[in-house]
């Protein structure tokens, strides 16, 4: 079975510009969540889809969104990009909401703003 | 709200040596709790998880852990370190009907011949 497959694996873009990124999960699986990772924050939850619905969000401006497809392919999407929002972006993807199924990561985007 | 402390920024281990990296967690309730592995430049790997049932938990590479309610610990153990086993580790706890994990600042293991 495939695990969880992202694109791009590497983005350099400018401040200000926007960005989308792509998150294809493990198949049956419902549940997407993405995370922001940085050497000064560390992992911080970005927000939840399930069923095409955003259920849960974290501590982040609204420059940040993102939606779920009907084959539960999930894309985010930043805007007006800043130097700070350069992370590794993961992931992540359950069978079912909540954590007892255990959520399975992607390899990441490498984002650099510049 | 929910929390995870990894005291242990880094720690170095011999090749063959055993191995116990900290895990504290602040959960109100039954905390689901996991341990994953993270490489240089890739995303996370589960390496095992604990929701209920026996506190000692068997994971994936040889690693196994133990929940201790009264401790509110679930410390990572291996018997015996691989050079392959250096990476970052990660502890997580999560909630039940949410999907939000919260993570450690990670343990960085340095393994030396």
């Known amino acids: 079975k495939a695990g969880v497959t992202q694109t791009p694996r590497y983005l350099i873009k400018t401040r200000g510009q926007q960005v989308t990124l792509s998150c294809s999960p493990i198949?049956?699986?419902?549940?997407v969540s993405w995370y922001q990772q940085t050497p000064g924050q560390g992992l911080q939850f970005l927000f939840e889809y399930f069923s095409e619905t955003q259920r849960n969000k974290g501590n982040f401006p609204g420059r940040f969104s993102g939606r779920q497809f009907s084959n539960s392919r999930s894309e985010m999407n930043v805007s007006t990009l800043e130097l700070g929002d350069s992370a590794l972006y993961l992931c992540?993807?359950?069978?079912?909401?909540?954590?007892?199924?255990?959520?399975?990561f992607g390899q990441g985007t490498r984002l650099t703003v510049v | 709200a929910q929390s995870v402390t990894q005291p242990d920024i880094h720690i170095t281990v011999s090749e063959g040596a055993s191995l116990e990296l900290r895990c504290n967690y602040s959960?109100?309730?039954?905390?689901?709790l996991f341990w994953y592995v993270q490489s240089p430049g890739q995303g996370l790997q589960l390496l095992l998880k604990y929701f209920s049932g026996d506190t000692l938990v068997q994971g994936i590479k040889g690693f196994e852990a133990e929940f201790k309610r009264s401790q509110s610990s679930f410390n990572l153990r291996k018997p015996s370190v691989h050079w392959s086993d250096a990476a970052e580790y990660f502890c997580?706890?999560?909630?039940?009907?949410?999907?939000?994990?919260?993570f450690g600042t990670g343990t960085r293991l340095t393994i030396i011949p």
């Open positions: 997580a706890v999560g909630a039940d009907g949410n999907e939000k994990l919260t």
């Open positions: 959960y109100g309730a039954t905390p689901y």
């Open positions: 198949s049956g699986h419902r549940s």
């Open positions: 992540a993807s359950s069978l079912s909401r909540g954590p007892r199924d255990g959520a399975f």
